[in-house]
């Protein structure tokens, strides 16, 4: 099984460091609900997360998806078809997790960057694991307007496009959380960085845009911010996003 480490940053909210990419799992009043489910290798670290934080899949209410992308997606169609529950995301990002198309980082992207120290590791780790063979979410659905009652706890979805058209994040207004999926990371494998930072841009589907989308951080209210990469941070979304608009992509 792959390795996982879970720490509860606030009550009802587990936050679950994988190998190279973090889920998280909320407490509601109908029973969990599981942010991102990592690379198809980390099933059995995701289902044992669930069993720490005291759940079976069976008990899952709703999946949520951040973005389309290989890491995020991995186990979330086995998940769902077990729970038997929904798979939700922003409307916008629905092609990428039906994998109708695929914005995400290629091996001819890497290519140049091979050299790069991490680059190559992360790129074996990715393939390993089974990034590029993530099954779609082909019921995936649009998150809900009426999210708190459906979920059983209040979550707001955050549009934060740029790493892909779609990509959200998702904040827990009674926990004072956000999940900001790739939007920022506190680390990755690739950057020698530590603390809030933008992935290198050969990730990004937009640069431009990713970058545009800390901006949008800045009036969130939270005091936990919970990254799809890295550690968490015990701050606002606003201090988070200032410090990783000033540090500049390695690559």
Known sequence: MASYRLS??????FFAEGPSVNWVIV??????????????????????????SGWQVSDL???????????????????????GCPVY???DELP??????????????????????????????????????????????????????????????????GHTRGHSGYLLPAHDVLVVGDALVTAHPTSPLHGPQLLPTVFH?????????LGALGGIPARIVLPGHGPLLRTTPADAAARAAASAPVF
């Open 61 to 83: 209410v709703a999946i949520l998806i951040t973005h389309g992308h290989g890491d995020h997606i991995g186990n979330a169609a086995a998940l769902a078809e077990e729970a």
């Open 8 to 13: 509860s940053p606030v009550a009802g909210v």
């Open 89 to 91: 995301a922003d409307a």
């Open 96 to 161: 990428n997790i039906r994998r109708e198309i695929l914005e995400q980082v290629g091996v001819s992207d890497l290519l140049p960057h091979l050299f790069r120290a991490g680059v190559a590791r992360w790129a074996l780790h990715a393939i390993k694991a089974g990034g590029k063979k993530a099954a779609p979410v082909a019921s995936v659905l649009p998150f809900p307007e009426d999210a708190a009652e459906r979920l059983g706890v209040e979550i707001a979805a955050v549009r934060l496009p």
């Open 205 to 213: 589907d937009s640069p431009a845009a990713a970058r545009e989308a």
């Open 27 to 52: 407490a509601g009043s109908r029973g969990p609900v599981l942010i991102d489910t990592g690379y198809p290798a980390d099933a059995d670290a995701v289902r044992a997360s669930l069993h720490e």
